[in-house]
């Protein structure tokens, strides 16, 4: 296909365009910008028409094939769809014209393998031809960690650092990344997230650590929010009159807004979206900078049952107000606005309580028998509120995502509705397996050492 290579640019616009390949080894850009595609090739109505009947990995091949164009051969890119989607992604019809896209069903059963695994795969592919090695070091509070030790389990020529918080992960979530072993090393610290958030900036910008190729896993990589612009491509395939440009509504439950980010990249390629409502918790700082036009962060964040979104200060909102025509610097202060009238049209910001949320996941079941957890719960209350505020004229198609699987969360929903979320073959079966982590202090020193010590080539 003679197509051209897609380039990448700064949100800082201080440094040149990069290839896919600088902008994911390099997570973010030397000027402390965020990466974005430069052009999104158009994907054509008929075409997408034509995706409807196809598996999930064959249009996952469709929409990357136009970002990895001229960096990774096509063939190639097939084989890794293949590879990296062998599970189920069901679309589940509620009630009207609305449906939930159930992200769960991989490894970690968060929406994280989705990008995670295709990420990994991209930099295995990139790292083929290089002699090095090259580390990534992540922090978590828990998804993030296990999807991405879970993608790049395996992978040659990468290894794999997890920071956690020994106090602030669940059994079940240190389980998923501590007994993997391979290229996968876990450290539990006696800290805080932010401590462990901390100790990995350090690292990237210690001289002393130079020796050592280090890159980042988390959503200010491009790497992960590409991969997740394929779902809503599919869930829009799967459901509407593609010829026609029938639009469609999609609700996203946000954090650091990755996911949503997604779904504007999917609106860019051409998928006809109506509205995008964007749904936080509590932590509404981003609601409340689209209905007033001033962005003030939330610091420290609130602590919300939705716990992979309690996040004061999303990374990905400077892609968003780029996006806009504005420009946010890498500390979130706003220099240019971007158009707020026109992401008006175009985002449905709301927050909700968690008071809400858990009436939210009460009222789903009893109404629709449709089982939530927090995060999806959150996404769902967003929709109903934009649905009920449309006024009159005919439903249109919708779509809200639910993020991770219900039986990472069985007390809330036990207390909520009596119920004990089944829990998928891939939360299974941990308990019987050997763990290993390190164990640190938030100091510094120790941790420099053991990467220098492991890592370093002499
Ligand atoms: C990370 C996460 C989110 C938030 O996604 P963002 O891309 O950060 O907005 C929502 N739900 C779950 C379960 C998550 O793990």
Known sequence: MPSETVRYYSTNRRVPRATLREALLQGQAADRGLFMPETYPEMLPKQIEALAERSYPEIAHFVLERFTRGSIDEGRLRE????AYGFEVPIEPVAGRAHVLRLDRGPTASFKDFAARMMARWMG??????SSELVILTATSGDTGSAVAHAYHGVERVRVV????IDEVSARQRKQMTTLGGNVTTIAVDGKFD???AMVKRAFADPDLSAIRLSSANSINIGRLLPQAVYYVYAYARLAKAAEMEPIVFSVPSGNFGDMMGAVIAGRLGVPIERLVVATNSNDEVPRFVETGVYEKIVPSRVCISNAMNVGHPSNLARLVDVYGGFMDET????EMPDLARLRRDIFAVGVTDEETRETIREAWRLH???LEPHGAVGWAGLRR??????????PLSVSVETAHPAKFPEEIQALIGLDPEVPPSLRGLEGKPERFARMTTE?????????????RS
């Open 125 to 130: 592919v990139f790292m083929e031809d290089d």
């Open 332 to 335: 979130g202060r706003i220099l």
């Open 369 to 371: 028998r449709l089982l």
């Open 80 to 83: 890794l769809c293949e590879d």
């Open 386 to 395: 934009f649905l009920e505020g449309r006024g009159p004229g005919p439903e």
């Open 162 to 165: 997890v920071l956690f918080p």
């Open 444 to 456: 510094y020193e120790p941790f420099r050492d053991l990467l220098r010590d492991t890592f370093a």
């Open 195 to 197: 401590d462990c958030q």
